[in-house]
């Protein structure tokens, strides 16, 4: 079992940034793929971000590319998402995930085995 718990999000003016951390505890946190999603009322959920166990793979959704970073610090068992130049289109609940399937990135919802509760993002204009 992996528990996550996520902090960071908010209230911001677009233009603004945002850091979210996502604190992870029970199974060992560097043998988990990790990403970030996000979901509005009425959509399905999506992928921000994932990233690999060591950090050295990353994968971005092309809404975030270039705006998003996603860490981790494996010796402090957090996941990081760093939120730059903030859009109004950015508005949703923001959701760590944690994966047992480590051979590549992934990127579905259905290969995530451990989620947060969420934390709520909003960008005003």
């Known amino acids: 079992q992996v528990q996550l718990v996520e902090s960071g999000g908010g209230l911001v003016q677009a233009g603004g940034s945002l850091r979210l951390s996502c604190a992870a505890s029970?199974?060992?946190?560097?043998?988990?793929?990790m990403g970030w999603f996000r979901q509005v009322p009425g959509k399905e959920r999506e992928i921000v971000a994932a990233i690999s166990l060591n950090g050295a793979s990353t994968y971005y959704a092309n809404s975030v590319k270039g705006r998003f970073t996603i860490s981790r610090d494996n010796a402090k068992n957090n996941l990081y998402l760093q939120m730059n130049s903030l859009k109004p289109e950015d508005t949703a609940v923001y959701s760590c995930?944690?994966?047992?399937?480590?051979?590549?990135?992934?990127?579905?919802?259905?290969?995530?085995?451990?989620w947060g509760q969420g934390t709520q993002v909003t960008v005003s204009s």
């Open positions: 995930a944690a994966t047992k399937n480590t051979d590549t990135l992934r990127l579905g919802t259905n290969a995530y085995d451990y």
């Open positions: 029970g199974r060992t946190f560097s043998s988990c793929g």
